[in-house]
């Protein structure tokens, strides 16, 4: 299995703008988590899904960030408008059932200038 | 308080050591415990995941969580430069869906 894939590595935006990040998890994993991770703040986790469906978003910081996962092997990540205080690596995990093993993608390391 | 303490480091050892990680946490009804391994710029790697208390050992690597004492240990026994690296602990509840991970230990192993 190629593991999780991320897209893109890198982004780099101006503020204001719309940004697009994606995740094709493992196949056959039913759980998929979307995280942050800054020097400051660590690992926070923003999002997860269960069967395509969004379970928790409490960690999602603000309207301006959305995520959808219209089928079991795609997952998007969107910040309209972004900001600079956005600029972090954005990691797309994957697991089967709870208290599963996480795998964890490359990240796509986003800077709003 | 934050639901799991680690001490950030920079940790520094000559290659050959043994390295102990370290993480403490606050809520008791945790009961998955994992490592993650973290190279410059990559994603997080599993290194060792258990269940409830004891050791786990794979390799030069052993995995000890004490419940009664909410502390949980990595250690690495001949520790080798390739070994540098950031080492995360991430501990769940049963149901395994929220996990809660420390800020990570820094390594550095010395050739």
């Known amino acids: 299995d190629a593991g999780v894939i991320q897209s893109p590595r890198h982004e780099v935006t101006e503020m204001g703008q719309e940004v697009t990040l994606r995740c094709k998890p493992i196949s056959g994993h039913d759980y998929l988590f979307w995280y942050r991770q800054t020097m400051m703040r660590g690992l926070e986790l923003l999002i997860y899904?269960?069967?395509?469906?969004?379970i928790d978003d409490s960690g999602m910081p603000e309207d301006r960030f959305s995520a959808k996962m219209p089928n079991a092997s795609f997952s998007t990540l969107k910040i309209q408008p972004s900001e600079p205080r956005d600029s972090a690596v954005y990691f797309c995990?994957?697991?089967w059932g709870t208290g599963g093993k996480w795998f964890f993608g490359q990240g796509t390391r986003l800077t709003v200038v | 308080q934050k639901e799991v303490e680690q001490d950030p480091g920079p940790l520094s050892v000559p290659e050959g050591a043994i390295v102990s990680l370290n993480c403490t946490y606050s809520?008791?009804?945790?009961?998955?415990f994992m490592w993650y391994r973290q190279y410059s710029r990559k994603g997080p790697e599993l290194l060792m995941y258990?269940?409830?208390?004891g050791n786990k050992e794979d390799g030069r690597f052993t995995a000890q969580v004490d419940k009664s004492s909410k502390y949980i240990s990595l250690f690495i026994r001949d520790s080798q430069p390739s070994d540098s690296a950031t080492y995360l602990c991430a501990m769940s509840f049963d149901t395994g869906n929220q996990f809660y991970f420390g800020t990570g230990t820094s390594l550095t192993v010395i050739p």
């Open positions: 899904f269960n069967n395509n469906v969004p």
């Open positions: 809520n008791s009804a945790f009961q998955y």
């Open positions: 258990t269940y409830s208390s």
């Open positions: 995990a994957s697991s």
